[in-house]
């Protein structure tokens, strides 16, 4: 897997300006892909759950409910699941085989995530150069990817407990796994708001998961110039 | 020039009058609002308040794709998990379309259940009859798909033996139900012919009480709790697709756990 990466690398260094961008195509087609299931998920997840409501008194208002009862609510979720799941399992493979994942999650380092919160509450956000995550960046990155996973697995248990009874049991029983699936979702919710506020504050960020970001030599001088 | 949105013939003033608190209601700035939610609405979650026809027909088509991938992933040896009888919910919940007051007892003496459909025998039982046959006992959790739980503790004849007993066809797709609270329902027979479906007729020790489907109701440890028909009249076991009152309205059929 080394090796291939560092092929693609010294490809990329050869012909410069002719390498692959910061987000391939691939990634770009996932990104939005993942944003639109994911909103499905969540808002029609809000109308299944106002149903029976786990935090008492609190109900999501119709506005932001998929679906205009819960049956739609339903299928809406049993729908975009599909697309969620698929969508999400091509780009981990992907993840993983390319050595994207690696390469820009890894390493954390917590000398460096504490000195980046502290920046950040500075304000002094740096995004000069978007082909490197800071600290922070890669957390939330893993973490939401994780509670992505989470959601499929505990979607999983609540939807086939008898199925995957031994499944429900791992997680504590299917009212525990219930409250994990909502858990869950808070979480990726969570990551939405700043994930978004971010790219809105950083507009070329957004632009880059659009038209693809710099091209992958750039990438290669930053991961030099990062690791001296 | 005339207005070629001016109707020919003026309508009858009356029915202006009518409309009047209608038209008064019709505010530009609420008509501005309600376009900006509903924009904002369609551009958030991709849907509309709407809902189409062809979404509907897709997300329905969805839904059958779902039905035949829970049909593949319906074990019909894979047992639900069963609990200890002290953990037994007395009295279950009550849930229907309507309130328990609303309930109309049946008179278990005069009670019949009619039989049609793909079987050898389609006289009609009594319930003496039909508590003659070999009963189970089954303490399972009811989930119903707004996503509240219990554990209950069920017993009567499985579905199993009653159609073998009545020489139904085990190959036909369907097992279809009516009931007498007008609650159309039907099962796949993979799930119909599983250990732990029942034509239940007690809860805990006690014959079923009235809310709760006496004197004979369904009881399927593998299916949501809609799936669950209680007071049955009448079964059929058929190829042609019966549907069922809540999936008339969009549920999901299969609705397997």
Redesign the interface.
């Known amino acids: 897997m080394n090796q291939v990466n560092d092929q693609t690398s010294d490809i990329a260094a050869q012909s410069p300006g002719a390498g692959r961008r910061l987000h391939p195509l691939p990634v770009r087609i996932m990104h939005w892909i993942n944003a ?1 299931a994911m ?2 998920m969540i ?1 029609s997840g809000w109308g ?2 106002d ?2 409501v ?1 935090i008492r008194g609190f109900q999501f208002s119709g ?2 409910r ?3 009862w ?3 609510s ?3 979720h ?2 975009g699941m ?1 697309f969620l799941t698929v969508n999400g399992l091509i780009y981990l493979v992907y993840g993983f085989a390319s050595g994207r994942l690696r390469e820009k999650l890894l390493p954390i380092r917590p000398a460096e995530l504490v000195q980046t919160v502290v920046d950040t509450l500075h304000f002094k956000i740096a995004h000069e150069d978007l082909t490197v995550y800071n600290a922070v960046q890669k957390l939330l990155y893993i973490i939401v990817i994780l509670a992505g996973v989470s959601q499929v697995v505990t979607g999983l248990a609540i939807w ?4 995957f ?1 031994g499944l429900v ?1 791992l997680l504590g029983g ?2 525990t796994a ?1 409250v994990l699936h909502f858990a869950g979702m808070a979480v990726i919710v969570g990551f939405l708001i700043v994930h978004v506020a971010l790219a809105l504050l950083v507009p070329k960020t957004l632009w880059a998961m659009v038209a693809g970001g710099p091209r992958l030599a750039a990438r290669r001088r930053a991961k030099q110039g990062h690791l001296t | 020039m005339r207005s070629p949105f001016r109707p020919d013939v003026v309508p009858d003033a009356a029915i202006l009058d009518d409309h009047k608190p209608l038209i008064r209601d019709l505010e530009r700035r609420g008509l501005i609002r309600g376009g900006l ?1 509903l924009g904002a ?1 369609v551009m ?4 509309d ?1 709407e ?1 189409p026809k062809a979404v ?1 027909t ?3 088509a ?2 059958r794709l ?1 039905d035949g991938v ?1 049909a593949l ?3 019909p040896n ?1 047992l ?2 069963t609990y200890p009888a002290s953990m037994i919910l007395r009295p279950p919940k009550f849930n229907a379309y309507y309130d328990v007051m609303d309930v109309k007892p049946v008179d278990g003496a005069a009670w019949r259940l009619e039989l049609s459909g793909l079987m050898a025998d389609k006289r009609p039982w009594t319930l003496p009859q039909l508590q003659a046959l070999p009963q189970t006992s089954m303490v399972i ?1 009811h ?7 219990y554990i209950g503790g069920w017993t009567g004849v499985p579905l199993r033996i009653f159609l073998e007993r009545i020489g139904a066809d085990l190959r036909a797709r369907y097992v279809a139900f009516r009931t007498a609270d007008d609650y159309p329902s039907s099962i796949d027979m993979a799930t119909a012919l599983h250990p732990q479906t029942l034509l239940a007729t007690r809860y805990g020790d006690d014959l079923l009480a009235d809310p709760f489907g006496y004197p004979v109701r369904l009881r399927m ?2 299916k949501l709790g809609y799936k669950n028909p209680k007071w049955i009249t009448a079964i059929e076991v058929t190829n042609d697709y019966p549907g069922g009152y ?1 999936e008339a ?4 059929w299969f609705a ?2």
């Open positions: 639109v909103l499905v808002t299944i759950y149903d029976d786990i506005f932001w998929l679906g205009d819960a049956a739609w339903l299928n809406w049993f729908a599909w086939k407990p008898v199925q009874s049991s299917f009212q219930r | 939610s609405l958030l979650a991709g849907c308040v809902r509907e897709a997300l329905l969805i839904s779902n829970q992933l319906f074990d894979k639900a998990p959790k989930i119903c798909v707004e996503g509240w739980s440890a593998t809540w309205k969009g549920f999901p397997g756990l």
